[in-house]
């Protein structure tokens, strides 16, 4: 993971505290690598070995300290000077995302030791909805007017670029209404005395301030864009989201999923960061509700005790049948969320999506059923020799296994959609809700099935 630094070197200088030597291998590092390191030293050490750190390199090494617990133990720990200092190096919005994760009396501390501009942006920033584009944009751009010249253009950026995010992407505002965007490299391949209207690009994408930051974090990945200005109901152009939040955001969003889908609930913690009873807590409520609906798989096999008394040959497939019909429902749950989350699907498709899986369902349930009709009798009843495997019973769970991989199927594909039709994220219909669901639903139809055929 750190494969470019020596971090058992580093920890040996911080703990015989040779803060020298130390402090010139820190100032060679990148910030990521150094907030990694900080994340291993103990408390006490923490804040030693953070003081060393120049001022510039120090807010940035802040920002990107994954855990809160951490940037709030620095920011107790340093006095109102050094606070100040960091904060007045720090972007606006990390100031923001830093904020959302405090305590109230930690968030009084900061506002306390910024100045009124930069306070006043970061209110304004607070008061978006957490998941817009408002809460995750930047108030420090480079605008220009269109009436400018590239000479006057590099002139404003060489003066106001310093405290921007960006300075590679320039918005053209008219009375704040954003009307054109233009790059650095065109302004660097155009004469001097060119305006800047005469070279910006007019066909802009923008985002409104309150629209989902997942989509905005998609459309960074499906435009190939760099940065995205925010706009608000009148046009007026009030902030910019740079490609480092938007990938912030994919990766929240990707972990959330993936938390969801193995039935966890979401946390803001690294792994290693969250104790055991915050684990425990995120875990056992998906736990509880799997378990008790999972009852129902206890009820069907309890009404349908006399018929596996009649036949007990059929007891020894049910495994097979609910963990086939398990997995072809995450098949199709998995493929469906991720395309929900993509943007590739969406209500209007629920048809489309429903008439294709039942096609590959149908498909993949007659190979299945083929196949293992043939394994049961040649394995099951010849090399194994089990007399009770006859072709009647090989061709009651053939049967049953081909329609619950169709009814798994279009369970998984359904169950999503209806989720994302109700608010809900689609993550929570994922393996551990869908298997859960197919298990009753392969029973029933193997019972069924069993008892048509057999006579049961």
């Known amino acids: ?191 001097e005395d060119t305006p800047i209207q005469d070279i910006m690009e007019t066909r802009l994408l923008s985002v409104h301030t309150l629209e989902d930051r997942e989509v905005v974090a998609q459309m960074f990945a499906r435009y190939d864009l760099t940065a995205l200005p925010v706009v608000d109901g009148d046009g007026r152009l009030v902030g910019i989201v740079t490609v480092d939040d938007a990938m912030d955001v994919l990766e929240e969003e990707i972990t959330e999923d993936f938390e969801r889908m193995a039935a966890i609930v979401p946390v803001d913690k690294p792994y290693l960061k969250t104790g055991v009873w915050e684990t425990v807590r995120s875990r056992i409520p998906w736990l509880l509700l799997l378990m008790l609906s999972a009852t129902f798989t206890g009820i069907i096999l309890t009404g349908f005790e006399s018929a596996l008394a009649a036949c007990v040959v059929l007891t020894a497939f049910i495994p097979m049948l609910t963990g086939t019909g398990g997995n072809s429902g995450s098949q199709s749950s998995v493929a469906v969320i991720r395309a929900l989350s993509l943007g590739e699907v969406g209500l209007s498709d629920t048809l489309a999506v429903v008439w294709k899986e039942a096609r590959v369902a149908v498909l993949c349930g007659l190979c299945l059923g083929g196949a293992n009709f043939v394994k049961m009798l040649l394995v099951d009843r010849l090399l194994m020799g089990n007399p009770e495997v006859t072709v009647a019973v090989a061709l009651v769970v053939c049967v049953a296994l081909a329609l619950t991989v169709v009814c798994a199927k279009v369970v998984g594909c359904l169950l999503p959609i209806g989720a994302h039709r109700l608010g809900i994220d689609p993550a929570v219909m994922a393996s551990p809700f869908i298997t859960t669901v197919v298990d009753a639903i392969s029973l029933l139809i193997y019972f069924a099935t069993a008892t048509q055929v057999l006579g049961i």
């Open 1 to 191: 993971m750190y494969e470019n630094y020596d971090f058992k070197a580093l920890l040996e200088l911080a703990e015989s505290r040779q803060f020298r030597q130390l402090k010139q291998e820190l100032k060679t590092m990148n910030e990521v690598d150094i907030a990694s390191f900080l994340e291993e030293l103990a408390p006490e050490l923490m804040l030693v070995v953070f003081r060393l750190l120049p001022k510039e390199l120090a807010a940035e090494v802040f920002a990107y300290l994954e855990d809160s617990d951490d940037q709030q133990r620095l920011i107790n720990a340093l006095s109102d000077r050094e606070l100040r200092e960091v904060l007045d190096a720090l972007y606006v919005d990390d100031t923001v995302d830093i904020i959302e994760d405090m305590p109230a009396n930690v968030v009084s501390r900061i506002l306390r030791n910024t100045d009124p501009a930069t306070r006043s942006q970061i209110n304004t920033l607070l008061r978006y909805p957490k998941d817009s584009a408002g809460a995750i944009m930047t108030t420090e751009f480079v605008s220009l007017r269109p009436e400018d010249t590239v000479a006057q253009a590099f002139h404003r950026i060489r003066r106001e670029g310093v405290d921007k995010e960006t300075v590679y992407t320039c918005y053209v505002i008219r009375r704040r209404e954003l009307v054109g965007v233009v790059t650095v490299r065109r302004m660097l391949l155009a004469q």
